[in-house]
T-cell receptor, first 110, second 112 residues
Framework: KNEVEQSPQNLTAQEGEFITINCSYS?????LHWLQQHPGGGIVSLFM???GKKKHGRLIATINIQEKHSSLHITASHPRDSAVYICAVRGETSGSRLTFGEGTQLTVNP | DTEVTQTPKHLVMGMTNKKSLKCEQHMGHRAMYWYKQKAKKPPELMFVYSYEKLSINESVPSRFSPECPNSSLLNLHLHALQPEDSALYLCASSRQGLGEAFFGQGTRLTVV
């Protein structure tokens, strides 16, 4: 079992829909990252969380430390949101190492 | 400036070639990373530099040789690579080891 599990693996939505991607982890963490990767490779850091909730534009990230679970929400989804979304955690004892989930491929159709 | 710049964007090299990948950031970050990413897989950590010193080597073969000449630059020297080394190589940086990670666009390497 991976230390970081994401669901779903693939997600197809219509433009305008509300989207949720989930991340569960099994270790104590110092921080959790949500990353976005478009075709062509570059990774963009969306959020770094250690507690609570963060919002940036149409994106919202929440984390429940007790339940070892985080969600990434996209409101009013748009085709340009189509990308792979990756959850990564920094373990309490892993120093600067990040452990990555397998990613969620999101496709938003017009 | 919140950019991590990697060059080149694409590289094709033969198995006997020597080449280098370059990474640059001007955010004052003192931790820099090399990752390797195969298609449809998450990035795998290769090396971590902290304050220009190698702090983590994830048992990477010696045909990959990292170098951190100063706090803004990170190189990855490549020699005698194998076709299975073909991948996207990503550089990242963070404020020391615990801050938000900023990634470059990657170098897509093909070994022929």
């Amino acid at each position: 079992k991976n230390e970081v599990e994401q669901s779903p693996q693939n997600l197809t939505a219509q433009e305008g829909e509300f989207i949720t991607i989930n991340c569960s982890y099994s270790v104590g963490i110092s921080a959790l990252h949500w990353l976005q990767q478009h075709p062509g490779g570059g990774i963009v850091s969306l959020f770094m969380l250690s507690s609570g909730k963060k919002k940036h534009g149409r994106l919202i990230a929440t984390i429940n430390i007790q339940e070892k679970h985080s969600s990434l929400h996209i409101t009013a989804s748009h085709p340009r949101d189509s990308a792979v979304y990756i959850c990564a955690v920094r373990g309490e004892t892993s120093g600067s190492r990040l452990t990555f989930g397998e990613g969620t491929q999101l496709t938003v159709n017009p | 400036d919140t950019e991590v710049t990697q060059t080149p964007k694409h590289l094709v090299m033969g198995m006997t070639n020597k080449k280098s990948l370059k990474c640059e950031q001007h955010m004052g970050h003192r931790a820099m990373y090399w990752y390797k990413q195969k298609a449809k897989k998450p990035p795998e950590l290769m090396f971590v530099y902290s304050y220009e010193k190698l702090s983590i080597n994830e048992s990477v073969p010696s045909r990959f040789s990292p170098e951190c000449p100063n706090s803004s630059l990170l190189n990855l020297h490549l020699h005698a690579l194998q076709p299975e080394d073909s991948a996207l190589y990503l550089c990242a940086s963070s404020r020391q080891g615990l801050g938000e990670a900023f990634f470059g666009q990657g170098t897509r390497l093909t070994v022929v």
